[in-house]
């Protein structure tokens, strides 16, 4: 395969394709395993029966989803330190990612919520402080659509997911708070040990299948780059300097 | 990449401005394409071309508040994205805004500006003498006319003692006083100043009169040649270009 | 650069930003107006009860602040942007934080000054009466406005900037204001019934950290967000 390499990222494009690959069909079939033996094996709730099976995915997402922010605030850091267009596209694959990943905790949070409690939506503080991650998701995504110089855009979104990812430890605590003072029905997460081992693998599993996303979103990302890259040096003519080099 | 670097000496004799090879776009535009320029230490050079050919870029790039895409500028010598914060302090910018608060007076920006720069007030009834606005001086520059703005941009521009000028049009809206005054200053700046120079955006080369040393003509975001400054315009090369 | 001349620029923005809003008026009226305006939409929505107002009271101030006040923050750059004074603003050598920090005091007299007659006009509308700790009210109020016009601030820094800032603006701003809308009604509601579960302290600890995070953080990372 040709090696083309973005000047502007200095990223070779078609290297470590296969490896993700790899990650991803083991984090596909490691999925499947770990629902399996979640579904067979555990025993039904006392209180939820088979309901409580959401968990597996509910509860791997959301932490997941946190390991996405963390990744978006690390790539954030370094671009604005390094100054590298590639690590702006890889906080952006996280974010989108991430977004995904935090929709998906909350969709199920609400149809375990209806069955158990009689209502869609409690405000309990794990299940509010994923739905502020989603919004701060969304805002930086949206962010990222109404800017158009690319340096501009980076250099915002950087600054943006920062400041994000500082926020959401003190979201985490001041939500809690709030439900301790106001005594709530605590959370009814309290695992029998027969449930950890399902979790733990579906939560390996999903974050095998995350790592693939976003190396996919990331690497998709960087050949938009190059091709602008190339499409730039057309319109340049081959003017001096003209390759989209940032020495 | 150039397989060449200008010789940069540092200190006395370095090159006023440089650009080399700067690109920069905008979305998917390019406004600059790759342009190559040079001023010398009192060299007065205009800078001539369509709209939309990418003189105010090339400006802004060198006063550091765009960033080229790609290529490189420097101004007296020093980087302008290495060393932005002390290229700051050589150039003064004068763009088609004129950049003034409306809802302040005339003496309140230049004080404002005399406060941003870490100077002491005390110029500011000269500067405002020298550019005739001593008399409305009190007044919000809201009520003032375009040529009056001007005119206290100007006044804005002289509290900043720079080096080197970056003067986009500067002769807009400008009566016959108005633009032998600019002409006085710019004179002033690159004779008075140690590498001294000017790079001025002109549509009517009549108004920089003797001032000239040359004329760059640009076109589709690069210099595309000379042009004579004793003739009226770079009409002709334009038309050559543009064919 | 020194600290002084950093102060001295500081106090100028700042002084520059408050004198052509003195001159101009028109955002300062509207502004409060917006927030009177809400309080009322509150009124209709909660009331006319006078127990169910009056519990709703301090987040129905908190909602009326963030509204109105969120308005504010876009007309501060606006006033740069208007006659293309940012670009000599930015050419200024030296810090560009202490542009941050001058608009950043002009935004907190401005949100204050909305303060100053939304919170009373608002203890009039849901029968609220002077607490017994005003003091310490003052004290909680003050820090969540700083969080708030501190983010305010900085965030428009971009949203003024781009495309469909009256939307960008609050979007980026708001879910950022929960820890700081939930510390503010805690901490004020707790002092008004007296403090009895002895909680407004971690609140008002939790904005006190929450202020000095974000202020740190918005001084070190401005000259990113404007300088391109």
């Known amino acids: 395969m040709e090696s083309v390499v973005s000047r502007a990222t200095g990223v070779p494009i078609a290297s470590r394709e296969v490896r993700w690959t790899t990650v991803g069909i083991v984090g596909l079939v490691l999925l499947v395993v770990a629902q399996l033996y979640g579904v067979l094996t555990s025993p039904p709730d006392r209180d939820m029966g088979h309901l409580q099976k959401i968990m597996y995915v509910h509860v791997p997402a959301a932490w997941n989803a946190m390991l996405a922010f963390l990744l978006v605030a690390l790539a954030s850091l370094r671009y604005l330190w390094k100054g590298r267009l590639a690590d702006d596209l890889l906080a952006a694959s996280a974010a989108e990612v991430g977004m995904l990943l935090t929709g998906l905790t909350l969709a199920l949070g609400m149809i375990w919520g209806k069955p158990t409690w009689g209502i869609w939506w409690t405000w309990e503080p794990r299940l509010t402080s994923t739905a502020v991650l989603f919004f701060m998701f969304v805002a930086y995504l949206i962010l990222r659509t109404f800017v158009d110089d690319a340096e501009r855009r980076a250099q915002w979104s950087a600054v943006v997911g920062l400041l994000g990812a500082l926020n959401v430890p003190i979201v985490y605590m001041s939500v809690r708070w709030w439900r301790t003072l106001h005594q709530m029905q605590s959370s009814p997460m309290t695992l029998d040990s027969s449930y950890t081992w399902p979790l733990r693998v579906n939560a390996i599993a999903l974050m095998l299948l995350m790592a693939y996303a976003v190396a996919h979103r990331y690497r998709s990302a960087i050949m938009t780059q190059t091709a602008d890259e190339l499409m730039d040096r057309l319109a340049l003519q081959g003017a001096p300097g003209g390759g989209g080099s940032r020495a | 990449m150039p397989a060449t670097r200008l010789p940069l000496n540092h200190g006395a004799g370095a090159t006023a401005l440089v650009a080399e090879g700067v690109t920069r776009r905008y979305g998917r535009r390019w406004a600059l394409r790759g342009a190559n320029i040079s001023v010398a230490p009192g060299e007065v050079v205009g800078l001539e071309g369509h709209n939309g050919s990418g003189k105010s870029t090339l400006l802004r790039v060198f006063s550091t508040l765009i960033r080229p895409t790609s290529g490189k500028a420097w101004v007296l010598g020093e980087d302008v994205r290495e060393r932005a914060d002390w290229v700051r302090g050589q150039i003064a910018l004068m763009t088609y805004h004129p950049g003034l608060y409306d809802d302040l007076t005339a003496r309140e920006n230049l004080v404002f500006a005399a406060t941003m720069l870490g100077r002491d007030a005390a110029g500011i009834d000269a500067a405002l003498d020298r550019v005739g606005l001593l008399r409305d001086a009190d007044e919000r520059v809201r009520t003032f006319s375009s040529g009056m703005q001007r005119r206290l941009s100007l006044a804005r521009l002289l509290m900043q003692r720079p080096r080197v000028l970056l003067l986009d049009e500067p002769y807009n809206s400008l009566d016959r006083q108005g633009v032998a005054l600019v002409n006085e200053v710019v004179a002033e700046v690159v004779r008075g100043s140690e590498g001294g120079a000017a790079l001025i955006v002109l549509h009517d080369r009549q108004s920089a009169g003797a001032l000239l040393d040359r004329v760059e003509v640009m076109f589709q975001g690069r210099i595309e040649g000379q042009a004579e400054p004793a003739l009226p315009a770079a009409v002709d090369l334009l038309a050559e270009l543009a064919s | ?228």
């Open chain 3, 1 to 228: 650069m020194s600290w002084n001349d950093d102060w001295r620029r500081v106090r100028a923005v700042a002084l520059k930003d408050l004198t052509a809003e003195r001159r101009s008026k028109s955002g300062l009226n509207a502004v409060t107006f917006l927030g009177v305006l809400v309080l009322m939409l509150f009124g209709f929505a909660l009331g006319p009860d006078t127990e169910s107002l009056r519990d709703a009271a301090i987040g129905a101030i908190w909602l009326a602040i963030l509204f109105s006040g969120v308005l504010a923050f876009n007309r501060s750059y606006q006033l740069e942007l208007d006659g293309g004074a940012l670009e000599p603003l930015l050419l200024y050598p030296g810090s560009r934080w202490s542009i941050f920090a001058g608009k950043l005091l002009a935004n907190l007299a401005f949100v204050g000054l909305v303060e100053l007659i939304v919170i009373p006009v608002a203890m009039v509308l849901f029968h609220v009466s002077v607490p017994a700790g005003w003091g310490a009210q003052l004290g909680v109020t003050l820090l969540g406005t700083i969080g708030f016009v501190t983010l305010g601030t900085f965030y428009a820094a971009m949203s003024s900037r781009s495309r469909s800032r009256e939307v960008l603006l609050p979007l980026l701003l708001f879910p950022m204001m929960i820890p700081v809308l939930l510390g503010a009604v805690e901490a004020s509601t707790s002092l008004m019934e007296g403090n009895v579960m002895r909680d407004a302290g971690a609140w008002i600890r939790m904005l006190l950290v929450y202020d000095v995070v974000f202020l740190a953080a918005a001084l070190a990372v401005f000259e990113f967000v404007i300088e391109v």
